[in-house]
């Protein structure tokens, strides 16, 4: 997922760029340790907005890859995502071996607040 923001694109593309990028960083520094940080879920709604916002399909098998997610967890976590009303998939109109993921209205909703409130307050960290 290389960086795209042109194009009328949110202004929260470049937050959620710059975080899926922080998790990849983390992955590749923690090596085989990577997979003590696992947030398929979320990796997986962080790629639907980059990809709803780039206006650009995305497929189960693309999370996969650009995330080095196992093909059954990215399917799995896309499943319970669609279960609880934050994800949408659909057959691909032209393949319909593949399956494309949106995010629904409310998932999208949820990630723009999300992206909105990149500031915490003191009080919520662990240590001061």
């Given amino acids: ?20 990028m922080e998790r ?9 340790f ?7 879920s979320w990796d997986i709604l962080l790629c639907a907005f980059i990809a709803s916002e780039r206006r650009a399909p995305l497929s189960i098998s693309d999370v996969a890859r650009s995330t080095g997610m196992r093909l ?15 994800l949408r998939k659909a057959r ?14 409310d998932g999208a909703d949820k990630m723009r607040t999300f992206l909105e409130r990149n500031e915490i307050p003191m009080l919520a960290y662990p240590m001061h």
């Fill in 34 to 40: 990577g997979d003590l940080f696992g947030e398929p």
């Fill in 72 to 86: 059954s967890t990215a399917q799995r976590h896309a499943e319970l995502l669609a279960a609880r009303g934050l």
């Fill in 92 to 105: 691909d109109r032209w393949d319909s071996r593949r399956t494309i993921l949106s995010l629904s209205p």
């Fill in 24 to 32: 990849l960083r983390r992955k590749i520094v923690f090596g085989e």
């Fill in 1 to 20: 997922m290389g960086d795209n923001t042109e194009g009328g694109a949110s202004p929260h593309l470049g937050f959620a760029i710059s975080i899926y």
